[in-house]
């Protein structure tokens, strides 16, 4: 079974930063089958990206995803208010399962 | 656009049986993945299962013997039957749906809380 490791846990930044957030498979996997979420309170999560780095139909340029093997990366070129939230990287090999999170908070 | 609405009651038993439904609006249900995802209060988030219209269905092995979703082509909805529940099947129960490959998921409902108490 594939796990995946995401940190930092929080990260507090300031809007207008850039973010980025790590994630990181137990074993190598493919990026074929990688994506990341973005969740605010009270919402369902949000697909940003899928298969590692290709963009959700509607996202917005800020958010990139990269990454190959056992480490992906989700980076925000400059946080925004909205922005603000609990980020999941989530695979699927034969079985889906998501990274415990990372919460980008305002420092 | 697509729209997904999760229904069923709020409150269940130790040992009984959950059930939610999941009603599809703005599309056939035909030629979609439909996931059930829960998410314990505070907790991270946990794949219970997909079904695809074709009869594929797909379980998380560690809820494998205690879980079902079935389709209702005829009324554009799919279920979750969760059996044997305990407190720590507690959580916010989302549905949702994909078209491309079950990989990941763009369509979510709002999510449904499902409290299991005597």
């Known amino acids: 079974e594939i796990v995946l490791t995401q940190s930092p846990g929080t990260l507090p930044l300031s809007p207008g930063e850039r973010a980025t957030l790590s994630c990181r498979a137990s074993q190598s996997v493919s990026s074929n089958y990688l994506a990341w979420y973005q969740q605010k309170p009270g919402q369902a999560p949000r697909l940003l990206i899928y298969?590692?780095?290709n963009r959700a139909a509607g996202i917005p340029g800020k958010f990139s995803g990269s990454g190959s093997g056992t480490d992906f990366t989700l980076t925000i070129s400059r946080l925004e208010p909205e922005d603000f939230a609990v980020y999941y990287c989530?695979?699927?090999?034969?079985?889906?399962?998501f990274g415990g999170g990372t919460k980008v908070e305002i420092k | 656009h697509v729209q997904l609405q999760e229904s069923g009651p709020g409150l269940v038993k130790p040992s009984e049986t959950l059930s939610l439904t999941c009603t599809v609006s703005?599309?056939?249900?035909?030629?979609?993945?439909w996931s059930w995802i829960r998410q314990s209060p505070g907790k991270g988030l946990e794949w219970l299962g997909y079904i695809h219209y074709s009869g594929t269905i797909n379980y998380n092995p560690s809820l494998k013997s205690r879980v079902t979703i079935s389709l209702d082509t005829s009324k554009n909805q799919f279920s979750l039957r969760l059996s044997s529940v305990t407190v720590a099947d507690t959580a916010i129960y989302y549905c949702?749906?994909?078209?491309?490959?079950?990989?990941?998921?763009?369509?979510w409902g709002q999510g449904a809380l499902v409290t299991v108490s005597s």
């Open positions: 298969a590692a780095s």
């Open positions: 949702a749906g994909d078209k491309m490959t079950g990989v990941w998921y763009y369509y």
């Open positions: 703005g599309d056939s249900i035909s030629n979609y993945y």
């Open positions: 989530q695979y699927y090999g034969g079985s889906l399962t």
